[in-house]
T-cell receptor, first 117, second 113 residues
């Protein structure tokens, strides 16, 4: 299957700082990327959908000014958590799909664990 | 709004026993349903994808059934092994537009040797 890489896999930061997480599709062009958030022992909650070259679409309740998403190329999307606070500590996972594959055939990154002190 | 529920939330079985994981969804107008595996602190691995027109999919020891009318899917894992210990998530897509997955809460499985 296709490979999606996330970086960093874990990050610890101080409250008030910003953290950027990258999601790369290594062997295919990802026309659409999705960002999820997962709290301990809970399921994945979709945060936003990003399409290459356009603004991300955020799910209800997700602050777009706090979680900045950029999808500038067909292989890279970034999620920036601005002015992070301890309640932003979570596991963030991206997934990528492409118009050339079946609907629902998504590939997931390994996730990035953010801890805000 | 589509809601996906997985029961039980946790399951512990001795090695060799068959596993039965349940997933239910409230809106039967799904495009497809997928089962994923997630190891602790890791991303998701797709196990099986069932299109809405299909009733089941099989891969090795895994078999997933889909009953759209009743809003249910079941994942069977035959002859469980300790390596099957993980969290299993089901997710559905509504409609052909986009790939927005709605996930269930997952079932944490422990297979004891």
């Amino acid at each position: 299957g296709a490979v999606v890489s996330q970086h960093p896999s874990w990050v610890i930061c101080k409250s008030g700082t910003s953290v950027k997480i990258e999601c790369r599709s290594l062997d295919f062009q990802a026309t659409t990327m999705f960002w999820y958030r997962q709290f301990p022992k809970q399921s994945l909650m979709l945060m936003a959908t990003s399409n290459e070259g356009s603004k991300a679409t955020y799910e209800q309740g997700v602050e777009k000014d706090k979680f900045l998403i950029n999808h500038a190329s067909l292989t890279l999307s970034t999620l920036t958590v601005t002015s992070a606070h301890p309640e932003d500590s979570s596991f963030y996972i991206c997934s990528a799909g492409t118009s050339g594959r079946a609907v629902g055939e998504l590939f997931f990154g390994e996730g990035s664990r953010l801890t805000v002190l | 709004k589509q809601e996906v529920t997985q029961i039980p939330a946790a399951l512990s079985v001795p090695e060799g026993e068959n596993l039965v994981l349940n997933c239910s969804f409230t809106d039967s107008a799904i495009y497809n349903l997928q089962w994923f595996r997630q190891d602790p602190g890791k991303g998701l691995t797709s196990l099986l994808l069932i299109q809405s027109s299909q009733r089941e999919q099989t891969s090795g020891r895994l078999n997933a059934s889909l009953d759209k009318s009743s809003g249910r899917s079941t994942l069977y894992i035959a002859a469980s092994q300790p390596g099957d210990s993980a969290t299993y998530l089901c997710a559905v897509i509504i409609g052909a537009a986009g790939n927005k997955l709605t996930f269930g809460g997952g079932t944490r499985v422990l297979v004891k040797p």
